[in-house]
């Protein structure tokens, strides 16, 4: 007599029970509405202009006396540069094309001008109210910092805003200690 053959199912070890799945089926969901949530309800679009003009920095040391060849760069709020040395780019200003193209003259005087309105913009939400995402009105070019440097001295910085506000920004370096 032969022995009756018993047929098991098994599991792969990768399938999941149906009560699994819909656990996770549902939690992936409700991520995704939270996600979908967070977009509906923070996101924007917004744009702004840099205005024609002209804007000067003068730097002195500090006594007084201005610090002629001092180098003019436009960092991010995070300390970055926003171009590489002798590459054009289109800073927020007409005559400045990137770290080291603007440096002041014998009395000590960085002018800035543009001479046409640039258009800035983006759109920005918050992944779950918390993490910015996109060009957020935080990384407009207000925001942007404007970093002084001479051999000899420390450096010395100020906002674009600062600078579109004031029109004339007066900037004194330090001299470094030995």
Known sequence: MESPVVAFRTRHPMTCTNRFCMLVAGGMALVGLLILSSWATTHILWDGRMPIG??????????????????MEIISPK??????????????????????????DSQGVIMLHNTRELPYGGSCWKLLWIWPIG????????????????????????????????????????????
């Open 135 to 178: 060009a957020c009105p935080a990384h407009s070019p207000e925001s942007l910092i404007v970093r002084i440097t001479s051999p000899g001295h420390e450096p010395a910085a100020t906002t674009i805003e600062t600078i579109l506000s004031q029109g004339h920004v007066a900037l004194t370096l330090h001299t470094k200690s030995k």
């Open 54 to 71: 002209q804007w000067f920095l003068h730097i002195s040391d500090e006594i007084g006396r201005p610090i002629p060849d001092a180098a």
């Open 79 to 104: 300390g970055r540069s926003l171009s590489t040395p002798g590459v054009e780019s289109s800073g927020p200003f007409d005559n400045y094309a990137g770290p080291g193209s603007l440096a002041s």
